[in-house]
T-cell receptor
Protein backbone atom coordinates (compact mmCIF):
# COMPACT_ATOMS: atom_id res chain seq x y z
CA UNK A 1 0.00 0.00 0.00
CA UNK A 2 1.36 3.39 -1.01
CA UNK A 3 2.16 5.76 1.79
CA UNK A 4 2.86 9.33 2.73
CA UNK A 5 3.94 9.47 6.35
CA UNK A 6 4.15 12.59 8.49
CA UNK A 7 6.38 12.37 11.53
CA UNK A 8 3.86 13.63 14.08
CA UNK A 9 0.10 13.59 14.34
CA UNK A 10 -0.02 16.21 17.09
CA UNK A 11 2.63 18.72 18.09
CA UNK A 12 2.74 21.47 20.71
CA UNK A 13 5.52 24.05 20.49
CA UNK A 14 6.37 27.32 22.17
CA UNK A 15 6.45 30.71 20.48
CA UNK A 16 9.87 31.37 19.00
CA UNK A 17 10.90 27.72 18.74
CA UNK A 18 12.26 26.31 15.48
CA UNK A 19 9.89 23.57 14.33
CA UNK A 20 10.50 20.77 11.84
CA UNK A 21 7.66 18.86 10.22
CA UNK A 22 8.85 15.80 8.33
CA UNK A 23 7.19 13.97 5.48
CA UNK A 24 8.30 10.77 3.77
CA UNK A 25 6.77 9.07 0.73
CA UNK A 26 7.51 5.60 -0.59
CA UNK A 27 6.20 5.98 -4.14
CA UNK A 28 9.27 7.52 -5.83
CA UNK A 29 7.18 10.60 -6.63
CA UNK A 30 8.86 13.66 -8.08
CA UNK A 31 6.40 16.18 -6.62
CA UNK A 32 5.95 16.89 -2.93
CA UNK A 33 3.76 19.56 -1.36
CA UNK A 34 3.06 21.18 1.99
CA UNK A 35 -0.44 22.54 2.56
CA UNK A 36 -1.92 24.35 5.52
CA UNK A 37 -5.57 23.64 6.41
CA UNK A 38 -7.67 26.12 8.38
CA UNK A 39 -11.45 26.11 8.95
CA UNK A 40 -13.26 28.19 6.36
CA UNK A 41 -10.11 28.61 4.27
CA UNK A 42 -9.65 25.11 2.89
CA UNK A 43 -6.13 23.98 2.03
CA UNK A 44 -3.54 26.52 0.98
CA UNK A 45 -0.21 25.69 -0.58
CA UNK A 46 2.87 26.72 1.40
CA UNK A 47 5.71 25.26 -0.69
CA UNK A 48 6.22 22.53 -3.22
CA UNK A 49 9.16 20.68 -4.74
CA UNK A 50 9.40 18.87 -8.05
CA UNK A 51 12.91 17.49 -7.57
CA UNK A 52 15.64 17.02 -5.00
CA UNK A 53 16.99 20.37 -3.81
CA UNK A 54 14.36 22.20 -5.88
CA UNK A 55 11.60 24.22 -4.23
CA UNK A 56 9.02 26.77 -5.20
CA UNK A 57 6.89 29.09 -3.12
CA UNK A 58 3.20 28.46 -2.94
CA UNK A 59 0.50 30.91 -1.94
CA UNK A 60 1.48 31.46 1.71
CA UNK A 61 5.25 30.91 2.13
CA UNK A 62 5.90 33.68 4.66
CA UNK A 63 7.33 32.36 7.92
CA UNK A 64 8.14 28.95 6.43
CA UNK A 65 11.02 27.30 4.63
CA UNK A 66 11.50 23.79 3.23
CA UNK A 67 14.22 21.27 2.59
CA UNK A 68 14.41 18.37 0.17
CA UNK A 69 17.76 16.61 0.37
CA UNK A 70 16.42 13.21 -0.67
CA UNK A 71 13.68 12.38 -3.13
CA UNK A 72 11.50 10.66 -0.57
CA UNK A 73 11.69 13.29 2.18
CA UNK A 74 10.30 16.82 2.30
CA UNK A 75 10.63 18.90 5.45
CA UNK A 76 8.70 22.01 6.44
CA UNK A 77 10.53 24.39 8.77
CA UNK A 78 9.03 27.10 10.93
CA UNK A 79 12.06 29.24 11.69
CA UNK A 80 10.47 30.98 14.68
CA UNK A 81 7.03 29.60 15.47
CA UNK A 82 4.24 32.07 16.13
CA UNK A 83 0.71 31.56 17.42
CA UNK A 84 -0.77 32.39 14.01
CA UNK A 85 0.95 29.27 12.67
CA UNK A 86 -1.27 27.09 14.81
CA UNK A 87 -2.94 24.94 12.18
CA UNK A 88 -3.24 21.56 10.48
CA UNK A 89 -0.38 20.81 8.09
CA UNK A 90 -0.79 18.28 5.29
CA UNK A 91 1.95 16.80 3.16
CA UNK A 92 1.20 15.34 -0.28
CA UNK A 93 3.08 13.74 -3.13
CA UNK A 94 2.34 12.98 -6.78
CA UNK A 95 4.13 11.90 -9.88
CA UNK A 96 5.13 14.51 -12.44
CA UNK A 97 2.82 14.02 -15.42
CA UNK A 98 2.80 17.57 -16.74
CA UNK A 99 -0.93 17.33 -17.38
CA UNK A 100 -2.35 18.11 -13.96
CA UNK A 101 -4.38 14.92 -13.98
CA UNK A 102 -2.50 12.75 -11.54
CA UNK A 103 -3.81 11.73 -8.16
CA UNK A 104 -2.13 13.23 -5.12
CA UNK A 105 -1.48 11.11 -2.05
CA UNK A 106 -1.74 12.75 1.34
CA UNK A 107 -0.29 12.15 4.76
CA UNK A 108 -2.48 11.96 7.84
CA UNK A 109 -1.76 15.55 8.82
CA UNK A 110 0.04 17.20 11.73
CA UNK A 111 -2.02 19.35 14.04
CA UNK A 112 0.42 21.96 15.32
CA UNK A 113 -0.38 24.15 18.29
CA UNK A 114 1.94 27.06 19.10
CA UNK A 115 1.55 28.38 22.63
CA UNK B 1 -4.96 32.49 -11.32
CA UNK B 2 -7.42 29.71 -10.83
CA UNK B 3 -10.04 29.99 -8.10
CA UNK B 4 -12.35 27.35 -6.66
CA UNK B 5 -15.52 28.20 -4.74
CA UNK B 6 -17.63 25.95 -2.55
CA UNK B 7 -20.63 27.91 -1.30
CA UNK B 8 -22.01 25.29 1.11
CA UNK B 9 -19.95 25.12 4.33
CA UNK B 10 -22.21 22.38 5.71
CA UNK B 11 -24.72 19.92 4.33
CA UNK B 12 -26.68 17.08 5.86
CA UNK B 13 -28.57 14.17 4.35
CA UNK B 14 -30.59 11.21 5.58
CA UNK B 15 -28.94 7.85 5.25
CA UNK B 16 -29.82 6.20 1.90
CA UNK B 17 -30.84 9.54 0.35
CA UNK B 18 -29.04 11.52 -2.36
CA UNK B 19 -27.09 14.73 -1.80
CA UNK B 20 -25.36 17.15 -4.17
CA UNK B 21 -22.36 19.27 -3.23
CA UNK B 22 -21.66 22.36 -5.33
CA UNK B 23 -18.41 23.70 -6.72
CA UNK B 24 -17.64 26.48 -9.16
CA UNK B 25 -14.25 27.43 -10.51
CA UNK B 26 -12.57 29.96 -12.69
CA UNK B 27 -9.86 29.27 -15.25
CA UNK B 28 -8.67 30.54 -18.59
CA UNK B 29 -7.49 27.08 -19.66
CA UNK B 30 -9.45 25.06 -22.20
CA UNK B 31 -8.31 21.61 -21.09
CA UNK B 32 -7.88 20.72 -17.45
CA UNK B 33 -8.87 18.29 -14.74
CA UNK B 34 -11.08 18.68 -11.70
CA UNK B 35 -11.10 16.59 -8.55
CA UNK B 36 -13.25 15.90 -5.53
CA UNK B 37 -11.32 14.85 -2.41
CA UNK B 38 -12.82 13.47 0.78
CA UNK B 39 -11.35 14.02 4.26
CA UNK B 40 -12.97 11.79 6.88
CA UNK B 41 -12.44 12.29 10.64
CA UNK B 42 -9.24 10.24 10.34
CA UNK B 43 -7.89 13.25 8.36
CA UNK B 44 -6.60 11.08 5.48
CA UNK B 45 -7.47 12.88 2.24
CA UNK B 46 -8.77 10.47 -0.40
CA UNK B 47 -9.48 11.12 -4.07
CA UNK B 48 -13.16 10.47 -4.72
CA UNK B 49 -13.52 11.26 -8.40
CA UNK B 50 -11.75 12.96 -11.30
CA UNK B 51 -13.12 14.70 -14.40
CA UNK B 52 -11.22 15.69 -17.53
CA UNK B 53 -12.62 18.86 -19.05
CA UNK B 54 -12.54 17.78 -22.68
CA UNK B 55 -14.64 14.68 -21.96
CA UNK B 56 -18.36 15.32 -22.43
CA UNK B 57 -19.37 12.37 -20.28
CA UNK B 58 -19.70 12.98 -16.56
CA UNK B 59 -17.41 10.85 -14.42
CA UNK B 60 -18.90 8.15 -12.20
CA UNK B 61 -17.36 6.04 -9.44
CA UNK B 62 -19.89 3.67 -7.87
CA UNK B 63 -22.28 5.85 -5.79
CA UNK B 64 -20.38 9.05 -6.65
CA UNK B 65 -20.98 11.00 -9.83
CA UNK B 66 -20.37 14.52 -11.07
CA UNK B 67 -22.41 17.05 -12.99
CA UNK B 68 -19.80 18.90 -15.03
CA UNK B 69 -21.01 22.04 -16.81
CA UNK B 70 -17.96 23.42 -18.62
CA UNK B 71 -19.57 26.58 -19.94
CA UNK B 72 -20.92 27.44 -16.50
CA UNK B 73 -17.66 26.37 -14.84
CA UNK B 74 -19.60 24.21 -12.43
CA UNK B 75 -18.53 20.84 -11.04
CA UNK B 76 -20.96 19.35 -8.52
CA UNK B 77 -20.66 16.02 -6.73
CA UNK B 78 -23.67 13.76 -6.30
CA UNK B 79 -23.63 11.04 -3.68
CA UNK B 80 -26.36 8.44 -4.07
CA UNK B 81 -27.57 6.05 -1.38
CA UNK B 82 -25.66 8.00 1.30
CA UNK B 83 -23.94 5.88 3.94
CA UNK B 84 -22.63 6.73 7.40
CA UNK B 85 -19.10 6.31 6.10
CA UNK B 86 -19.66 9.18 3.68
CA UNK B 87 -19.57 11.66 6.56
CA UNK B 88 -16.54 13.85 5.91
CA UNK B 89 -15.22 17.15 4.60
CA UNK B 90 -15.38 17.27 0.82
CA UNK B 91 -13.02 19.48 -1.15
CA UNK B 92 -13.26 20.44 -4.78
CA UNK B 93 -9.80 20.94 -6.31
CA UNK B 94 -8.27 22.27 -9.51
CA UNK B 95 -4.78 20.99 -10.44
CA UNK B 96 -2.28 23.29 -12.06
CA UNK B 97 -1.32 22.18 -15.53
CA UNK B 98 2.36 21.31 -15.51
CA UNK B 99 3.18 20.84 -11.83
CA UNK B 100 0.14 19.24 -10.26
CA UNK B 101 -0.20 21.74 -7.43
CA UNK B 102 -3.79 21.87 -6.29
CA UNK B 103 -6.05 24.86 -5.68
CA UNK B 104 -8.74 23.83 -3.21
CA UNK B 105 -12.15 25.16 -2.36
CA UNK B 106 -13.00 25.92 1.26
CA UNK B 107 -14.74 22.58 1.73
CA UNK B 108 -18.21 21.27 2.59
CA UNK B 109 -18.78 19.31 5.79
CA UNK B 110 -21.25 16.51 5.07
CA UNK B 111 -23.23 14.97 7.93
CA UNK B 112 -25.18 11.75 7.45
CA UNK B 113 -28.31 11.45 9.59
CA UNK B 114 -29.11 7.84 10.56
Amino acid sequence: DVKVTQSSRYLVKRTGEKVFLECVQDMDHENMFWYRQDPGLGLRLIYFSYDVKMKEKGDIPEGYSVSREKKERFSLILESASTNQTSMYLCASSSLSGTGGVKAFFGQGTRLTVV
Amino acid sequence: AQTVTQSQPEMSVQEAETVTLSCTYDTSESDYYLFWYKQPPSRQMILVIRQEAYKQQNATENRFSVNFQKAAKSFSLKISDSQLGDAAMYFCAYPNFGNEKLTFGTGTRLTIIP
